[in-house]
């Protein structure tokens, strides 16, 4: 290399170049530092805003200190570099005493910069001071001065033993020769300060100050989170408190934090051993979502639905969670918080309720009587289903309305406006109302108030049933008790009549033998006359006599021309005329008073199908035989029965008759008497107008062939 190179190389070497370049790194170094701290904010800004706490401050508060640390060491750099000028400046004097000008220069340079020093630490927010090994006060800053509520110059110098109650000397020297190896500690202080019971909590950074490769002291900085502390515990008091159970969840539905009470409603002993269970182990229905995990489209916002959890012994809990998903800045879910309600107590009650109220519906739907429930403002609250059989109607055609709307009888609505009232408890009543098919039936009405559970009248019950068969029944009873009496009354005068007319008969036969021919005429019209009364009440003692036990060999034909010689005086006097050829039939075993009433009834009917059309009829009376069976037809030729009729005939209680001209259970009795023969009846509509009925009887040899 020339001299000049080296020459050149030297000039861009000077101190003065050397300088420039070290304040460039410097500067350099600063910036990275500030861009560093406002990089780390940036990104630990979204995580920090998911804490409870209010930690959003941390980041501005680390970019705020990296500003005044890289200030503050510009400054100090300044200053340096100030001293190094002074020191190279003297250097070059080769040894010689410094003049008062740069001394009183140097003075000031570092006056300057232990003021700006100590502006700095006044500034922190934190608590700084400095104490040697043995605890005494060196320096601190302001915010240290007003943690003590004391003056600088009342706090320096003296020990730290003097303000602090908690930790204790012996505690700290316990842990001071660790301190001294490593040089440097941090974490969190209990501290309790002399005249106070109020514990603090500082979060403190020990340094080493160290000369000649000694430590001689230790530089303290400590931040308050006193109230993050409180914060914190007062959070997981309740976090550990509350009934409810609390949990932390990932989005795949794994348990990351849950409380006691959670574990407990799980059946297990602490809650470490549900945050080891995997989201297949807690789901309650294998092959299917994390009962905790996402399950809806939206992770955002607050969601709540019920959810099905296994216990320790396997068996299932239902519980309603409440919860909300956790976003990262990018929208993305990091987990699931929330609170889970045990609710399957209450769904088993809610069971129960519903079988005990679906079993008191089931009951009422299949009590007999329709069932209403009235209340105070005389509307319908409940009508049972049996209103379709009572009244034809729907449970909802009622609903709702007021009983003075529909067609109750005035006796229900007045007995019910009593009830609702107050003046009575209890009362019945009988009404008559229109079916929907337009019949009329008979209804009786047992109403009763209705009370809450704190006994006060809220309503009225009633239960309302039809009668009508059973008015019936009556009447016919009276009919038939009527006529027991009447057929009592008949075998007296029947027995009373048979002397005089046995009288008669036997004076007529004897005056025959001395009588003229005119008087043998009249006495011949006198024995006829006789003979017919006779046999009329021959016919009266037949139908009154009661039926005798068992059953005898009947000829059908005897037993219709008796029945025929009973109704004779109706028949004529309504000008109906009876066409009856008896032809030989076989014998059948039977009641001959049951089968007598059965060719009475359908004689009389006959008689009003007839007069109800015309002046005079003809009822037309036909036997036949067959190799099983007698067959006997009552064919007249009256009004007949409409095609839409004639199927329900011989159902109890049906009639096409006018009131008072019929119960209804004339053919059914009929059809009755007729299957415990073993035979039947059959209804067709005339040729010619006007209604067959066929009576069917079985032989005796088919009967004992059949036995």
């Not at 190389?9 to 003065?16: F, I, N, V």
């Not at 943690?147 to 003296?158: D, S, T």
Request: glycine share 8%; proline share 4%.
């Amino acid at each position: 290399m020339s001299e000049k190179n080296k020459a050149d190389s030297t000039s861009r070497r000077t101190p003065g170049h050397l300088e420039r370049e070290e304040s460039q790194l410097w500067r350099w170094a600063l910036m990275f530092l500030v861009l560093l701290a406002t990089g780390l904010a940036a990104l630990a800004w979204d995580r920090l805003q998911d804490f409870p706490y209010h930690l959003g401050a941390i980041p501005v508060g680390l970019v705020i200190l990296s500003i005044l640390f890289a200030v503050y060491v510009y400054g100090r750099r300044r200053e340096v570099s100030e001293l190094k000028s002074l020191l190279h400046d003297l250097e070059e004097r080769s040894g010689a005493a410094p003049s008062p000008e740069q001394l009183d220069q140097l003075s000031q340079v570092i006056s300057r910069s232990q003021k700006s020093f100590k502006e700095l630490i006044d500034s922190l927010e934190d608590a700084a001071f400095a104490l040697s090994l043995d605890g005494t006060l060196r320096t601190v800053n302001r915010s240290m001065s007003d943690l003590l509520h004391l003056p600088y110059a009342e706090i320096v110098g003296r020990k730290l033993d003097e303000f602090v109650e908690e930790p204790v000397r012996a505690e700290i020297e316990a842990n001071l020769g660790r301190f001294l190896e490593k040089r440097h500690w941090a974490g969190l202080v209990n501290v309790r300060l002399k005249n106070s019971t109020r514990v603090l909590y500082f979060d403190c950074t020990l340094n080493a100050i160290v000369k000649d490769d000694e430590v001689v002291g230790t530089s303290v900085l400590a931040r308050d989170v006193t109230s993050e502390r409180e914060k914190e515990t007062r959070f997981t008091e309740l976090f550990e408190t509350l009934q409810e159970g609390i949990y932390f969840s990932s989005p795949e539905g794994k348990l990351l934090d849950a409380n006691s009470a959670l574990a407990t409603m799980l059946g297990y002993e602490t809650k470490e051993q549900i945050l080891a269970l995997s989201p297949e182990q807690l789901s309650f229905s294998t092959g299917q979502a994390a009962a905790l995990g996402n399950v809806g489209k939206s992770p955002s916002g607050v969601r709540q639905r019920e959810i099905t959890l296994r216990r320790k012994d396997g068996a299932a809990a239902i519980f309603m969670d409440t919860s909300r998903a956790i976003l990262d800045g990018y929208g993305n879910v990091i987990r699931y918080q929330g609170t889970l309600v045990d609710v399957t107590q209450r769904r088993g009650i809610e069971k129960k309720l519903r079988e005990q109220e679906r079993f008191q519906r089931y009951l009422l739907e299949s009590f007999p009587d329709l069932i209403l429930v009235i209340g105070l403002d005389e509307s319908y609250q409940f009508v049972s289903s049996r209103i379709r059989d009572v009244l034809g109607g729907k449970p909802e055609d009622l609903l709702g309305k007021k009983v003075t709307e529909t067609e109750h009888a005035p006796e229900l609505i007045a007995l019910c406006r009593e009830i609702l009232a107050g003046r009575m408890t209890f009362g019945a009543c009988e009404y008559g109302i229109r079916h929907s098919d337009g019949s009329w039936r008979m209804m009786r009405a047992s109403v009763s108030a209705l009370h809450d559970a704190e006994r006060a009248l809220s309503g009225a019950i009633a239960s309302i049933r039809d009668i009508t068969i059973e008015r019936k029944f009556e009447a016919q009873v009276i009919e038939s008790e009527r006529l027991a009496a009447m057929g009592q009354m008949i075998g007296g005068f029947a027995h009373e009549l048979n002397n005089p007319l046995t009288s008669i008969l036997g004076m007529a036969d004897l005056l025959q033998d001395t009588a003229s021919d005119e008087t043998r005429k009249q006495l011949t019209t006198l024995q006829h006359e006789a003979r017919r009364a006779a046999e009329v009440v021959q016919n009266l003692l037949y139908f009154s006599r009661p039926p005798a036990p068992g059953r005898n060999p009947i000829d059908p034909g005897e037993l219709i021309e008796r029945t025929i010689h009973l109704h004779t005086y109706s028949l004529r006097k309504n000008n109906i005329t009876i066409d009856f050829l008896r032809e030989p039939v076989r014998l059948v075993s039977g009641d001959a008073h049951q089968l007598m009433q059965i060719f009475l009834n359908l004689v009389r009917n006959a008689e009003q199908a007839i007069r109800e059309t015309r002046d005079r009829g003809t009822l037309r009376i036909r036997c036949s035989n067959s190799s099983q069976a007698v067959s006997i037809t009552f064919q007249d030729d009256g009004a007949g029965i409409s095609a839409e009729v004639l199927p329900y005939i011989f159902d109890p209680f049906y009639t096409t008759k006018r009131p008072g001209r019929g119960t209804g259970l004339g053919l059914s009795i009929c059809k009755a008497i007729l299957r415990e023969h073993g035979g039947g009846i059959e209804a067709t509509l005339g040729p010619g107008g006007g209604a067959v009925f066929t009576v069917t009887l079985p032989t005796m040899k088919a009967q004992t062939s059949h036995a």
